[in-house]
Every structure is written in C-alpha cells, then in structure tokens.
C-alpha cells in the first residue's frame, strides 16, 4: 500500500487485501506439507540469499499481488509462491518464457514415463 492508499482510505483494494473484511473462520490445524510445497519453500530460500539475491520479499509480493482475482482465487498458497517467484525470475533475465516452458515439459514427461 502506498503512502497516498493511507491518505486515501476509499482508494480501491487489491483482491488479495482481505484486512478487515468479513472472511470467515481461520482453519487453525496443522498439516504436512507435499514434498513440492517443500521445495518451492527451499527454492525461495535459496534464491533469496544474501549472496544470491534473486528475489526479495518486495518482489515475491508484488507478483502474487498482481495476480488477477480468478487467478488468485484458484491458486494454493505455495502455487501463488512458485508463480511468483517463476515471474521475479523472467522479469530479472535469470530465465526465459521459452526456457521455462521447455522445462516445464520435460519435468512433466519424466512424471509421466514415472521417474518423478
């Protein structure tokens, strides 16, 4: 939220800013997380490291933030991560539209021949 958003309580929200909104109860239960959750979880780490600095919180936010609302809604929490940082990534150069395809595929094929 930017310094005129304060200033400006009636400026319209983003569909992801809930704060203050009737939302319903909060399911307070712990759960294991998939082994994907896990890695997504370890990939920002990683690529959030000082030595790194491939992403940062401000980005990660931003690209779940931008987000339109069908998209937003239909994402898991950690699906909205892995977007997001898949985005910051493109956005930098580290990686391509192409490249991510490419890759995109070829996991998707080992999954299928049963090697994942």
């Known amino acids: 939220m930017s310094d ?3 200033a400006n309580p009636s ?3 983003g569909h992801h800013d809930m704060g203050g909104q009737p939302a319903g109860p909060v399911a307070r239960t712990e759960h294991d997380y ?6 997504v ?3 920002l780490v990683l690529l959030s490291r000082k030595d790194r600095r491939l992403i940062t919180v401000d980005e990660l936010r931003r690209n ?3 987000l339109g609302a069908d998209a937003y809604d239909a994402m898991s ?7 997001s940082i ?3 990534l493109i956005q930098r150069g580290v990686i391509s539209v192409d ?3 490419r890759r995109m595929a070829d996991v998707h094929q080992r999954h299928e021949r049963g090697e994942l």
């Open 11 to 13: 400026a319209p929200r």
């Open 99 to 101: 490249e991510l395809g």
């Open 77 to 83: 929490y950690y699906e909205r991560w892995i977007h």
């Open 64 to 66: 779940i933030e931008t």
């Open 4 to 6: 005129s958003d304060l």
């Open 86 to 88: 898949s985005q910051t």
């Open 34 to 39: 998939a082994p994907w959750e896990k890695r």
């Open 41 to 43: 979880d370890a990939l």
